[in-house]
């Protein structure tokens, strides 16, 4: 059932099994997995079904640097169905090598290892709507149906693989697709329901509750559960941790100044010129599956070549050319960049950067469109038909230049860093939580997994006679901050351990400090991989589920009591 806290009176204390923070990704897994669980489950929602300014405002906070972050309200929605009413539905796991413990990654290893998470990884699958669980070719389209032509033909290396495969959702929003099934359950999902804090109970060090939920018409209401889980994002879960103050009166989990620490994103970028014009074939679009589902190939550094040139995990894409240079002269790619003022800010800075253009440029890119009108019209017919008006969109922009020379997108692992960070700020949002400050920071080894990577590119497109990849290497960290850290990846904000010291979380998703809360999300992650995390966040979510239902001491834990503290405004 679906309600809504501003119509719950003040005061009111809601007691259940389970509490979960949050209706994005992992909160709405959760809630789905649990279903039939017999647990009494209470999903808390800050939004409702549509944007609200005052509700998205929320997520406002200040910036340590503003050229490497986006602002702290962007690339996240504070509504039902959270961030997944805004990504791109890339869709891919984690690897093998990514939960290693490597000596030359600092800070490095999970306490659960890639065979823990496979058993929730198709079922993942299902619930993003991205098919099967087949991430290389040969599995995704065995014979007799091959996919397209090989990726670049003649290449055959022992340092990158070009059969790995990115598979595309719809893309799903998780509350408009599982809106109806949860508002005809049982589960109670309850929107305009911030939860704020996270008290410690009375006499009880290591459990937590009620949990202190506000709306902003000024309404105040606790949950007692037994347990909570806080699936809010990998930047408001350091927030609600740290404005509740714990035992060592520092943050929740944050005895050992942990919490939002280690924040990494993505490191992307577009580099260079990638000449094919020697391979057998190139192909840098789409295969569609039996089921429907578009899948790219894309070159992917092998695992031992990373271990041997003590790089992080990198993946790179033939891309087009630099859209806001007019000297391309593609009527396409003009074409998009002359649609720039209605396309949203999350894209907008991927596909333009911070490019600023006069008349002059946008008269030059109006003289492409003219000039290129079959071309121009080809691609804007697809992209109504397979973009616009369709259930499952065409994921990105494919643009085949006639001479084969294309640029490089890459996609790398960032290193954990305790430096960078989440913390709280000085300002106070109409809750009276304090907001985040964000001083997301890169490192000289971040430089270096770039660099090695793309000089290992060179070396393998040169020797194996298919072309030639040039690039200017004093440019790779420019090009890699370009855009800042990327995107919506926020991960290791609460990362996932065995030692207290050094994590928040145990290898189930627990508070190192307390018995009764449980983190959900892309904030667990010690490491980031090269995967986008989506995926892996729902499977997590699952395999917690799992873990949640299973164990029974869990939600078997006394229920906490009502207490006015629980209702006063939280200190600044």
Request: with cysteine; proline share 7%.
């Given at each position: 059932?679906?309600?809504?806290?501003?119509?719950?009176?003040?005061?009111?204390?809601?007691?259940?099994?389970?509490?979960?923070?949050?209706?994005?990704?992992?909160?709405?897994?959760?809630?789905?997995?649990?279903?039939?669980?017999?647990?009494?489950?209470?999903?808390?929602?800050?939004?409702?079904?549509?944007?609200?300014?005052?509700?998205?405002?929320?997520?406002?906070?200040?910036?340590?640097?503003?050229?490497?972050?986006?602002?702290?309200?962007?690339?996240?929605?504070?509504?039902?169905?959270?961030?997944?009413?805004?990504?791109?539905?890339?869709?891919?796991?984690?690897?093998?090598?990514?939960?290693?413990?490597?000596?030359?990654?600092?800070?490095?290893?999970?306490?659960?290892?890639?065979?823990?998470?496979?058993?929730?990884?198709?079922?993942?699958?299902?619930?993003?709507?991205?098919?099967?669980?087949?991430?290389?070719?040969?599995?995704?389209?065995?014979?007799?149906?091959?996919?397209?032509?090989?990726?670049?033909?003649?290449?055959?290396?022992?340092?990158?693989?070009?059969?790995?495969?990115?598979?595309?959702?719809?893309?799903?929003?998780?509350?408009?697709?599982?809106?109806?099934?949860?508002?005809?359950?049982?589960?109670?999902?309850?929107?305009?329901?911030?939860?704020?804090?996270?008290?410690?109970?009375?006499?009880?060090?290591?459990?937590?509750?009620?949990?202190?939920?506000?709306?902003?018409?000024?309404?105040?209401?606790?949950?007692?559960?037994?347990?909570?889980?806080?699936?809010?994002?990998?930047?408001?879960?350091?927030?609600?941790?740290?404005?509740?103050?714990?035992?060592?009166?520092?943050?929740?989990?944050?005895?050992?100044?942990?919490?939002?620490?280690?924040?990494?994103?993505?490191?992307?970028?577009?580099?260079?010129?990638?000449?094919?014009?020697?391979?057998?074939?190139?192909?840098?679009?789409?295969?569609?599956?039996?089921?429907?589902?578009?899948?790219?190939?894309?070159?992917?550094?092998?695992?031992?070549?990373?271990?041997?040139?003590?790089?992080?995990?990198?993946?790179?894409?033939?891309?087009?050319?630099?859209?806001?240079?007019?000297?391309?002269?593609?009527?396409?790619?003009?074409?998009?960049?002359?649609?720039?003022?209605?396309?949203?800010?999350?894209?907008?800075?991927?596909?333009?950067?911070?490019a600023t253009g006069g008349v002059g440029n946008w008269l030059a890119h109006a003289r492409n469109v003219v000039t290129d009108v079959p071309?121009?019209?080809?691609?804007?017919?697809?992209?109504?038909?397979?973009?616009?008006?369709?259930?499952?969109?065409?994921?990105?922009?494919?643009?085949?230049?006639?001479?084969?020379?294309?640029?490089?997108?890459?996609?790398?692992?960032?290193?954990?860093?305790?430096?960078?960070?989440?913390?709280?700020?000085?300002?106070?949002?109409?809750?009276?939580?304090?907001?985040?400050?964000?001083?997301?920071?890169?490192?000289?080894?971040?430089?270096?997994?770039?660099?090695?990577?793309?000089?290992?590119?060179?070396?393998?497109?040169?020797?194996?006679?298919?072309?030639?990849?040039?690039?200017?290497?004093?440019?790779?960290?420019?090009?890699?901050?370009?855009?800042?850290?990327?995107?919506?990846?926020?991960?290791?904000?609460?990362?996932?351990?065995?030692?207290?010291?050094?994590?928040?979380?145990?290898?189930?998703s627990r508070l190192h400090e307390a018995d009764n809360v449980f983190i959900a999300g892309s904030a667990v992650f010690?490491?980031?991989?090269?995967?986008?995390?989506?995926?892996?966040?729902?499977?997590?979510?699952?395999?917690?589920?799992?873990?949640?239902?299973?164990?029974?001491?869990?939600?078997?834990?006394?229920?906490?009591?009502?207490?006015?503290?629980?209702?006063?405004?939280?200190?600044?």
């Amino acid at each position: 059932m679906i309600l809504d806290a501003r119509d719950i009176p003040s005061g009111t204390c809601l007691q259940a099994d389970l509490c979960i923070a949050g209706a994005g990704a992992a909160g709405i897994t959760l809630a789905l997995a649990l279903e039939t669980s017999g647990l009494d489950v209470i999903l808390l929602e800050s939004g409702g079904d549509t944007p609200e300014p005052a509700v998205q405002q929320l997520y406002a906070g200040t910036l340590a640097d503003p050229r490497l972050h986006p602002p702290a309200d962007s690339y996240r929605v504070r509504r039902f169905g959270g961030s997944t009413t805004l990504w791109g539905g890339r869709c891919m796991p984690l690897d093998a090598i990514d939960f290693d413990a490597r000596d030359y990654i600092p800070h490095s290893g999970w306490p659960i290892g890639l065979n823990d998470l496979m058993p929730w990884y198709g079922q993942a699958n299902a619930l993003c709507e991205a098919g099967e669980f087949a991430y290389t070719a040969e599995q995704a389209f065995p014979p007799p149906s091959p996919p397209s032509p090989p990726m670049i033909g003649g290449f055959e290396s022992d340092v990158f693989s070009t059969n790995t495969l990115e598979r595309s959702s719809c893309p799903t929003d998780f509350g408009a697709r599982y809106r109806n099934r949860l508002a005809k359950g049982r589960i109670r999902v309850i929107q305009h329901a911030n939860l704020c804090r996270l008290p410690i109970q009375e006499g009880q060090a290591r459990l937590v509750g009620p949990a202190d939920v506000r709306t902003l018409e000024g309404k105040t209401f606790t949950v007692a559960a037994r347990a909570y889980v806080l699936a809010t994002g990998g930047l408001e879960v350091p927030r609600v941790l740290l404005n509740s103050p714990g035992v060592s009166g520092r943050g929740l989990g944050n005895a050992n100044d942990v919490v939002g620490r280690y924040y990494m994103c993505h490191l992307a970028g577009t580099i260079g010129t990638m000449d094919l014009s020697k391979a057998a074939s190139v192909w840098h679009g789409y295969d569609v599956s039996d089921e429907g589902i578009y899948c790219r190939r894309r070159l992917a550094l092998r695992p031992q070549a990373q271990r041997d040139l003590h790089a992080g995990n990198f993946i790179a894409r033939l891309h087009h050319p630099r859209i806001p240079d007019a000297g391309h002269r593609n009527g396409i790619l003009s074409a998009l960049y002359l649609a720039r003022p209605i396309v949203p800010y999350e894209y907008a800075k991927r596909l333009y950067g911070d490019a600023t253009g006069g008349v002059g440029n946008w008269l030059a890119h109006a003289r492409n469109v003219v000039t290129d009108v079959p071309n121009t019209v080809r691609f804007l017919t697809h992209w109504l038909l397979n973009r616009t008006l369709a259930e499952r969109k065409f994921p990105s922009v494919i643009v085949r230049p006639a001479n084969l020379r294309f640029s490089l997108d890459f996609h790398a692992e960032q290193v954990p860093n305790a430096d960078s960070r989440v913390t709280l700020g000085d300002g106070v949002d109409a809750l009276g939580m304090r907001r985040i400050h964000i001083d997301w920071q890169y490192t000289p080894q971040d430089v270096a997994t770039v660099t090695l990577a793309l000089a290992a590119l060179a070396r393998e497109i040169e020797r194996t006679g298919v072309g030639h990849f040039s690039y200017d290497p004093a440019e790779v960290e420019a090009e890699m901050t370009r855009y800042g850290a990327y995107g919506g990846h926020h991960i290791g904000t609460a990362r996932m351990g065995s030692d207290p010291a050094s994590s928040v979380v145990n290898a189930d998703s627990r508070l190192h400090e307390a018995d009764n809360v449980f983190i959900a999300g892309s904030a667990v992650f010690p490491t980031s991989g090269q995967a986008n995390p989506t995926l892996s966040i729902v499977a997590l979510a699952l395999r917690l589920a799992d873990h949640l239902q299973s164990h029974a001491n869990v939600c078997a834990l006394p229920l906490p009591k009502a207490s006015t503290t629980a209702l006063s405004p939280t200190s600044p």
